[in-house]
């Protein structure tokens, strides 16, 4: 059941936010914090991530676990769903349901396998050439109240500001290693994938899903467990998807 969350509290998140925007901290570090500053200003969040889009290429920047990387990347390959309609938008996109939700089937399906049955996309307008969403997924169903939206909208405000103060999208060689850093981390998925489908002989979606389990029963994140599966097969093993 989802519980209120009291003004003061919310306030003292938006303090910490504003102490983010006036910080001097590496890219990876400020985004990591703000997404978890996120996970605790809205009350029913069970996780949370900030998507990035630019020249067409989403990536998800900062999360706070596998799911929501999984629910991610699992809209990047569709090229559809809530966080990336939203960014491109500019709109929020509310899910209270899943089991009622219809437009982007194979996101919704991910979801419920995953036990998130609610979630909330809000825009979050960073400058000329980037946009992006903030990711809220919740594991109870009507998870986000009016309040919540109401507190959403707010924290995106204040992120855009962190992100902008922080200068993090003008400095070309940062936003290019982050790019790498995550076409890179990409393209391991996708490998791991590959080997998990030939040696299942089942299709992306299934070995997507067996890569997603894997990484929950073994505590270990998806890019990680991608990279040890790859390096297991260069090295003779198998990927052990039992």
């Given at each position: 059941?989802?519980?209120?969350?009291?003004?003061?509290?919310?306030?003292?998140?938006?303090?910490?936010?504003?102490q983010?925007?006036?910080?001097?901290?590496?890219?990876?570090?400020?985004?990591?914090?703000?997404?978890?500053?996120?996970?605790?200003?809205?009350?029913?969040?069970?996780?949370?991530?900030?998507?990035?889009?630019?020249?067409?290429?989403?990536?998800?920047?900062?999360?706070?676990?596998?799911?929501?990387?999984?629910?991610?990347?699992?809209?990047?390959?569709?090229?559809?769903?809530?966080?990336?309609?939203?960014?491109?938008?500019?709109?929020?996109?509310?899910?209270?349901?899943?089991?009622?939700?219809?437009?982007?089937?194979?996101?919704?399906?991910?979801?419920?396998?995953?036990?998130?049955?609610?979630?909330?996309?809000?825009?979050?307008?960073?400058?000329?050439?980037?946009?992006?969403?903030?990711?809220?997924?919740?594991?109870?169903?009507?998870?986000f109240?009016?309040?919540?939206?109401?507190?959403?909208?707010?924290?995106?405000?204040?992120?855009?500001?962190?992100?902008?103060?922080?200068?993090?999208?003008?400095?070309?060689?940062?936003?290019?290693?982050?790019?790498?850093?995550?076409?890179?981390?990409?393209?391991?998925?996708?490998?791991?994938?590959?080997?998990?489908?030939?040696?299942?002989?089942?299709?992306?979606?299934?070995?997507?899903?067996t890569?997603?389990?894997?990484?929950?029963?073994?505590?270990?994140?998806?890019?990680?467990?991608?990279?040890?599966?790859?390096?297991?097969?260069?090295?003779?093993?198998?990927?052990?998807?039992?």
């Amino acid at each position: 059941m989802t519980s209120g969350h009291p003004t003061g509290e919310a306030n003292g998140v938006f303090a910490e936010l504003g102490q983010i925007v006036l910080g001097d901290e590496p890219l990876e570090k400020i985004l990591e914090r703000v997404v978890h500053v996120a996970s605790r200003v809205i009350p029913a969040v069970s996780e949370a991530s900030i998507t990035l889009i630019t020249s067409d290429s989403p990536w998800t920047v900062a999360f706070t676990g596998d799911r929501a990387v999984a629910l991610d990347e699992r809209q990047y390959e569709a090229e559809r769903g809530p966080c990336l309609d939203s960014a491109s938008s500019a709109h929020l996109i509310q899910i209270p349901d899943m089991r009622d939700e219809t437009r982007w089937p194979m996101f919704v399906e991910a979801a419920k396998n995953l036990g998130v049955h609610s979630s909330l996309s809000v825009p979050l307008p960073i400058q000329r050439d980037v946009t992006g969403a903030l990711n809220f997924y919740s594991d109870d169903v009507n998870g986000f109240d009016d309040r919540s939206v109401e507190l959403a909208q707010t924290f995106a405000g204040h992120a855009a500001v962190a992100v902008a103060n922080a200068h993090l999208y003008e400095t070309t060689a940062a936003l290019a290693e982050q790019m790498k850093h995550a076409m890179v981390s990409r393209a391991v998925i996708e490998q791991a994938k590959g080997i998990i489908m030939r040696e299942n002989g089942c299709n992306a979606d299934d070995a997507f899903d067996t890569l997603v389990r894997m990484s929950q029963q073994s505590h270990v994140k998806l890019r990680d467990l991608a990279e040890r599966i790859v390096d297991q097969i260069g090295q003779g093993g198998s990927a052990s998807t039992e």
